[in-house]
């Protein structure tokens, strides 16, 4: 005969922070919908914001974040640990095209392209923008050099598109 013994349900804790209603907003904390990333919201512009995670600040879509309860006081926030390797965003390029359009419509385009080329591990990319009388070239150029991965923002060379490309060299 077998022996019928009482089973005890045990209640796990959900790991993790605790997900609240709400779109995060500027000062609130959130977490990456897709990853266990998550921190402070320390900026918000549109419908983008900088996540202030383990030391990194991540410009996301706010559409990626979820609004979580801040850690308490006494607890330390973990630092945000890599293991193995980064794989490559699917639909990271080499090359972004936002020629014939606005500082406005091409300033989001640029920031996830960067964001994906970084990700993907890319070195250097080309951006080209066109000629013109130059109020793209130098919008995209000055929000370039205010990435912190960016080493180095360029014309292309004469063979490679000259002043309708930028060249845009990225850090480890």
Do not use: C
Not at 118 to 147: C, N, W, Y
């Amino acid at each position: 005969p077998l022996d019928k013994k009482k089973k005890k349900k045990v209640k796990t804790q959900p790991s993790g922070p605790e997900i609240l209603k709400g779109t995060p907003a500027e000062g609130d904390w959130a977490k990456l919908k897709e990853a266990d990333t998550f921190g402070q919201l320390v900026d918000v512009s549109g419908k983008r914001g900088v996540l202030e995670a383990g030391g990194m600040r991540l410009n996301v879509k706010l559409s990626q974040l979820v609004k979580i309860r801040p850690p308490q006081k006494k607890e330390k926030m973990a630092a945000v640990q890599v293991i193995g390797e980064v794989s490559r965003p699917a639909g990271a390029r080499m090359d972004l095209d936002v020629l014939g359009q606005r500082v406005e419509e091409a300033l989001p385009r640029v920031d996830k392209f960067m964001d994906d080329a970084h990700l993907a591990g890319l070195r250097q990319v080309r951006i080209l923008h066109g000629k013109g009388s130059g109020v793209l070239r130098d919008a995209i150029r000055k929000h370039l050099r205010d990435l912190r991965y960016v080493v180095d923002v360029a014309d292309a060379p004469v063979e490679q598109g000259g002043a309708g490309w930028t060249l845009v060299e990225i850090r480890d």
